[in-house]
């Protein structure tokens, strides 16, 4: 088994490989993203016309959100629960709708849902080269939700806390992702099936000034969807 | 110029040119069918091809379910997008950088009715994510909601 990546082994080489491969890249998509943006415009007038009707879901955790709904210059923002909109030719209107409404027009599409993306945390001593009992039962229940799920795929995302520069925060929190990706593998993940990536120190659960150590940033989230 | 430093050469584009095939091949997945139920096809490229949970979808496919179908996809940055009977879905554009989160994602719905539970994408910015219909454009900033799109006849 390999061990768990820790700070410092940053290879510059590989970075600088991946600047030079990703600028063409990126002017190629540019390019072709201006020639889509042609055909969806000349799609757009041939396409005919429709009268909509949107309605704005209560949120699972009660964060204040909202749509804004665009017709013909003409604008309502949607943002209390029910709150809802139907457009005309060039016009859009308010309006209060409801669950059953909403159940009578739009049932087969909710039912039609895929499972909300499940979230796990694993913890790492720095150094460690293994799984801690604990992380071994998160393992266990990271199987137990993929064998729930219809065409399950996991993404690794590793994190780090606020010491180091946010270069080799990057590159260490994509090797701790490489890792347990790895590990999922041998356990008996397709390796199709599952992507590693680094969020190096963006999203810390417990903020802290640059420089703090802190144990409860350096983590992994499994992602199962 | 000599041997060795041909070789040399050749290997390193071979290598450059796998590293961007694969970064290619891996741009080029940005969801997955999860869910379908009765008559659901993705149209790529002008050819349609029936779609069953596991199909992953890229950017331009268009999917469509027929009177008894429906479908649920699941895109990379976790947005959950859900069709009912006689829909018509485009996955206009998509991108999603997996360290940043910066990206964006446009789709329409030409016709028929869609649930959305927007992702990372429009969480990290509230501009980034737009859905559409022929007629109108919605800014989601970072929500659940349902919209149809009823053709009108002329």
Redesign the interface.
């Known amino acids: 088994m390999r061990a768990f990546p820790t700070r410092g082994r940053l290879s510059g080489r590989l970075s600088a490989l991946g600047a030079l491969v990703l600028r063409p890249v990126g002017d190629l998509l540019r390019k072709r993203a201006s020639a889509c943006l042609l055909t969806a415009l000349l799609a757009a007038c041939a396409q005919p016309p429709t009268r909509d009707t949107i309605v704005l879901l209560p949120e699972k955790d009660g964060r204040k959100t909202a749509v804004i709904v665009n017709n013909g210059g003409k604008q309502v923002t949607l943002d209390s629960p029910y709150s809802a909109a139907r457009t005309g030719s060039a016009d859009v209107q308010g309006y209060k709708s409801g669950p059953a409404d909403v159940q009578s027009a739009f049932g087969p599409a909710l039912a039609a849902q895929p499972p909300r993306p499940a979230s796990f945390l694993l913890y790492f001593a720095e150094g460690s080269d293994t799984f801690s009992d604990e992380a071994k039962r998160t393992v266990e229940q990271i199987f137990a939700e993929i064998a729930k799920r219809p065409a399950p795929e996991v993404a690794v995302v590793g994190h780090t806390d606020r010491v180091g520069t946010d270069q080799s925060n990057d590159a260490l929190s994509l090797r701790r992702a490489e890792f347990v990706r790895r590990e999922l593998i041998g356990r008996g993940i397709a390796a199709d099936n599952i992507s590693a990536s680094g969020r190096g120190e963006r999203e810390p659960i417990i903020p802290t000034a640059d420089g703090v150590t802190e144990p409860k940033n350096r983590r992994v989230e499994i992602i199962v969807r | 110029m000599n041997h060795q430093f041909l070789m040399r050469g050749l290997r390193g584009a071979c290598a450059?040119a796998g590293?961007?095939l694969s970064?290619?091949a891996?741009a080029a997945d940005i969801g997955?069918?999860?869910?379908a139920?009765g008559q659901v096809s993705v149209e790529r490229a002008g050819q349609a091809m029936p779609a069953a949970?596991?199909l992953r979808l890229q950017t331009?496919d268009v999917v469509k379910t027929g009177a008894d179908g429906?479908?649920?996809?699941?895109m990379?940055d976790?947005t959950?997008l859900?069709?009912?009977?006689g829909?018509v879905l485009s996955l206009?554009?998509y991108?999603f950088d997996?360290?940043?989160?910066q990206g964006r994602f446009d789709s329409?719905l030409?016709?028929g009715?869609?649930?959305v539970?927007s992702g990372k994408i429009a969480k990290q910015s509230p501009e980034a994510m737009t859905v559409r219909?022929?007629?109108?454009?919605?800014?989601?900033?970072?929500?659940?909601?349902?919209?149809?799109?009823?053709?009108?006849a002329?």
């Open positions: 450059l590293l961007c970064l290619a891996g997955q069918i999860k869910i139920k949970p596991g331009s429906s479908v649920g996809i699941t990379s976790n959950l859900s069709a009912g009977p829909s206009d554009k991108a997996t360290t940043t989160y329409t030409k016709q009715t869609l649930a539970v219909t022929p007629a109108t454009i919605l800014g989601i900033r970072g929500t659940e909601f349902v919209v149809s799109a009823e053709p009108i002329r």
